[in-house]
């Protein structure tokens, strides 16, 4: 019994041998888009495979691609590819694409409200394979409030009329007391969580008595302390001009509004030369008084030496201080009398000015 059982031993081995070494294909590698749900893990030569694209992906060929597991274990090439279908990006939100008109199959769009609206219809929507969206945009509703509470002793003026008994979120509202009392505050709206603002408190509030103005007056009003929304107006010393409102008003912090201020005039800081100053072209010592107005611009005229051409740069007077510029050079008394026509204002004006300079409210003398 032993010779024989050596040789069935042997025979299986051979058998084996036999079968393992005949090659094989492995399952083939395919890229994204292409339909791998029939694909088995091992195939024997001259298995064939036909290729598809998944259901939302586009084929890159008319016709199906068929392969084959070749004697060499590998399988022949194809050239398909599948590119995903496209969905259009709604209108209203192509703006937020970043340029982009259509988002690829499977894409998800999330949608989201402002503070103070709420959501009608679905957050979230998915790009389907048919190239259309698996939910409509929603819409974004402003969130109500009930109507304001008057403050005791007072009333509330709407910005826009109201109609029922709710208001949107972001109208406003000023509160108002019966004089001469003020409210603790003056402003109301409807807010995001879908609550009006509370009613302030009307108290009595006074302002001191207004303070004067440097190189100002105050006109038509009695030196008292004042009481909530009464006004005072200022006015400025001739030549000064008025920087903010002329009028203040007693708010009901008790504090007064911001008061103006009296910018003063400025002088043209040079001797010598000629300047360009309310459309016109004048010779410094024409300029009577020498007195610019605060915001009035002035131009010097500068010299490019390179081109040998003039050309005009602006100054703007800064509350009394109206700076030179620094590429302004003030001629000689020699220069300045007996050849002007060589000065920067008397030569042809550039064709185009150099890059501005810095400008200095120091120039000697």
Known sequence: MGPTLALLILSHLALYTTVTSKKVCGRPLITDGIDDATLKRVYEVGEEVTLTCEQGYLPSTATPRRLTCTATGEWTPYDLSCSPKMCPIPKPL????????????????NYSCDDGYVMLG????????DGSWSNPPPLCKAV?????????????????????????????????????????????????????????????????IPAAIPNGVITFAVMRPHGYKEKVRYACNEHYILDGEAEIQCQNTGNWSSMPVCRAPCTVGIKRGRIFYNAKKLWI?????NRVLHGEHVAFYCLNREDRCGYPVASTCNDGTLPIPE?????????????PKTLPSEMAMCAASPPAAPTSSARPA
């Open 122 to 129: 679905s957050n979230k929507s998915s790009c389907l394979h």
């Open 144 to 208: 109500n409030c009930p109507l304001p509470r008057p403050p005791t002793g007072g009333r509330i003026v709407h910005d826009k009329s109201v109609n029922g008994a709710t208001t949107m979120y972001g109208q406003g509202w000023t509160y108002e007391c019966n004089p001469p009392k003020a409210p603790s505050y003056e402003r109301g709206s409807c807010m995001a969580d879908g609550s009006a603002t509370e009613p302030p408190v009307c108290r009595d509030v006074s302002c001191s």
């Open 94 to 109: 192509q703006p937020f694409a970043q340029g982009r008109t259509e988002a690829p199959f499977k894409s998800v769009l």
């Open 327 to 339: 590429c302004f050079v003030e001629p000689g008394k020699v220069e300045y009398q007996l050849r």
């Open 285 to 289: 010592g024409d300029l009577k008084p």
